[in-house]
């Protein structure tokens, strides 16, 4: 499955992103996905992850609160909701497919979007 992340952009301290990360090639409905993020120098951490049918979601202790994944399985897209962004939140946000039910680690991911890069700054 190709996979295809945008809506990174710059946005000011206590503001809002919503990433999306479409598919192609595969059934889209038969993976769980997840959203990771990386900066520079730094191992890629993980930020949420919603099983296949959407029933299942677990977030980073850095997400909860303020971080919603979700996905429309009749778009092929999984989206990750951010509101009170802090700087500290600044890196390169990548989306996975898993055939995983719960994808707990990067070594479940099969596949990878390309990124796209969220920067928290005023």
């Known amino acids: 499955v190709q996979l295809q992340a945008s809506g990174g952009g710059l946005v000011q301290p206590g503001g809002s992103l919503r990433l999306s990360c479409t598919a192609s090639g595969r059934p889209f409905s038969s993976y769980s996905m997840g959203w990771y993020r990386q900066n520079i120098g730094k191992p890629r951490e993980f930020v949420a992850l919603i099983s296949w049918s959407g029933g299942t979601t677990r977030y980073a202790d850095s997400a909860k609160g303020r971080f919603t994944i979700s996905r429309d399985n009749s778009m092929d897209t999984a989206y990750l909701q951010m509101n009170d962004l802090k700087p500290e939140d600044t890196a390169v946000y990548y989306c996975?497919?898993?055939?995983?039910?719960?994808?707990?680690?990067?070594?479940?991911?099969?596949?990878w979007g390309q990124g796209t890069q969220v920067t928290v700054s005023s």
């Open positions: 996975g497919a898993s055939e995983v039910v719960i994808p707990t680690r990067q070594s479940h991911y099969e596949f």
